[in-house]
Nanobody
Framework: VQLQASGGGLVQAGGSLRLSCAAS????????MGWYRQAPGKQRELVAT???????NYADSVKGRFTISGDDAEKTSYLQMNTLKPEDTAVYYC?????????????????WGRGTQVTVSS
């Protein structure tokens, strides 16, 4: 597994959690970091992405509550989740897209983490 996600858990509605995602392999450059989630019986959906220039994109359902950030040097992304709701309950997956390899030419990659469970109780 190239990405290690952590920070999930059980929290009451209105609470907060911070997810982290770190690369465990060498990465030359990250072009995009993202978080996705999959609730039981539903398809995986985008939560938030951040690109190399710092531009962000959020699902309408999390705007104003979640904040994505990334550390290019450490190849790590974060998802700060505030004012959590029961409908945020899902397995959260992190994703990174970019280029890898210590030699030339560089090779593109699209890595996924295993997922971390977030459960919000009402």
């Amino acid at each position: 597994v190239q990405l290690q996600a952590s920070g999930g858990g059980l929290v009451q509605a209105g609470g907060s959690l911070r997810l982290s995602c770190a690369a465990s392999v060498y990465i030359f450059r990250v072009d995009e970091m993202g978080w996705y989630r999959q609730a039981p019986g539903k398809q995986r959906e985008l939560v938030a992405t951040i690109r190399g220039g710092g531009s962000t994109n959020y699902a309408d359902s999390v705007k104003g509550r979640f904040t994505i950030s990334g550390d290019d040097a450490e190849k790590t992304s974060y998802l700060q989740m505030n004012t959590l709701k029961p409908e945020d309950t899902a397995v959260y997956y992190c994703n990174m897209i970019g280029e890898r390899g210590r030699g030339w030419p560089k090779l593109p990659f699209n890595y996924w983490g295993r997922g971390t469970q977030v459960t919000v109780s009402s």
